[in-house]
Every structure is written in C-alpha cells, then in structure tokens.
C-alpha cells in the first residue's frame, strides 16, 4: 500500500468500486479485476476467479490493519472513500491512502474498519455480478485474517517482537469471533481450519490450501456448492 504522493493515473476509490460505479480507465473495477484473475488463471468457471480476486484484496487489509494494530498499537483509517485501487496492479502499488489518519488498534476498530467498511460491501458488490456463496467469501475473509496473524506472529519471533506476537494472537482470536467470522472455521494457536473452501482446487494445476476443510481435492461439479 502507498501513501503520499497522488499516482500518475487517476484511480477509481474502493468506494466506488463497491458501488459498481464506471471508471474512465477500468470501466466496472470489480469485474476488471476478476476478469484479469481468471484469465491469469485460466481458470474452468468464473466463481473461482471471484474468490481468488476477494481474498487477495482481503490479505492486503488484514496484513496492513493487523500489521499496524500489532507493531504500533494504532491501525490507519481505510476508508473506501480514502483508499484508491488500480485493478490492473499487485501489491504494494495498487492500493493508495490519500490521507493517513490514525485510529485506535482494538477488536471493534479492526472489524469496523475491514469487515464492515470493506469485505460485506465487496461481497455485495461481487454477488451482484457473479454467483457465489457468502459462506465462501466469508470464509476466504477469516483465512485471510489466519494468514496474515501467521506471518505476523513468524515476524515477531524472528525479531524479538514478543508483545507483537502477543498482540496478533488475542487480536486475530477475537476478531474471529466476531458474528461475521465466527462460523468461519477454528484457530488452533496460529493454525486455522476452514468450514468452507476457496475452490482454489480448481485452479489448473491448484490443491487444497493448507486450512482447506478438504484433505484432498474433491470431486465436485461446477455447479456444487461453494461456502
């Protein structure tokens, strides 16, 4: 994620890409976006493609909210509003916060800022293009969570960041609690086990994810249930 200076080009913010609003550049950001990932991909249905594209974004929040709440004990505001996306770049450049403006680090704060400000309006706004079960995208937000609280709690141990580690730990549990997240799947320590599963098994020549519910890839129809 950037801050600072403006990009050269005019990016859509993620609050109009949540409202399906039309860019000069991207047109519809979010089926930009998921068009790119499928054919990155190659991917046999464009369901797959929406779950890879919404638990990117997701991992790009969590990591800096959690990051932030962890290390410094305050979490940036990311207000849609504030936050430009480029569909058509990776990490860190397509995301830019035209204004940092500090928040506390607690449970609430984190869920208000990423759960509510962004995951349930890009749900939305991916459901009114494609078919998806909720489960999964809500399922893709807590692993996203679970991955980004694994590598922060590696980071600490490296570093001799044990109050970071600490911080990670309670933080990621209650917000896995949170009525959003909380039938999601069980954390274990840092280990996470999903109810649901991404289909990132159905990627040509994907597998399971390591917190999949599935030991293997299953056998399933395009037309099976997702989450």
């Known amino acids: 994620m950037r801050t600072g200076g ?24 979010i089926t930009f976006r998921v068009e ?39 979490v940036p505001d990311l207000d849609p509003g504030l936050l430009h996306w480029n569909p058509d770049a990776s990490a860190p450049d397509d995301l830019w916060l035209s204004e940092v403006r500090p928040l506390p680090a607690d449970p609430a704060t984190l869920a208000d800022v990423v759960l509510h400000g962004h995951l349930a309006p890009l749900a939305t706004a991916l459901r009114a293009h494609h078919r998806i079960a909720p489960g999964l995208l809500w399922g893709n937000a807590a692993s996203a969570l679970a991955g980004a609280a694994r590598q922060l709690d590696h980071w600490a141990g490296l570093h001799g960041r044990a109050e970071a580690a600490v911080r990670t730990r309670i933080l990621t549990a209650e917000l896995l609690a949170h009525p959003l997240l909380s039938n999601t799947g069980t954390l274990t320590g840092t280990a996470f086990r999903r109810r649901s599963c991404c289909l990132y098994y159905r990627v040509p020549g994907g597998g399971v994810c390591g917190d999949c519910c599935f030991t293997r890839p299953p056998r399933s129809s395009p037309r099976g249930a997702s989450g």
């Open 6 to 29: 403006a990009p050269h080009t005019p990016l859509p913010t993620l609050a109009h890409a949540y409202e399906n609003r039309s860019s000069d550049v991207y047109g519809n950001a």
């Open 36 to 74: 790119k990932v499928a054919n990155i991909l190659r991917v046999p249905e464009m369901r797959i493609a929406v779950s890879v594209a919404q638990q990117g974004l997701a991992a790009r929040l969590w990591a800096v909210t959690l990051g932030c709440a962890a290390v410094y004990g305050r």
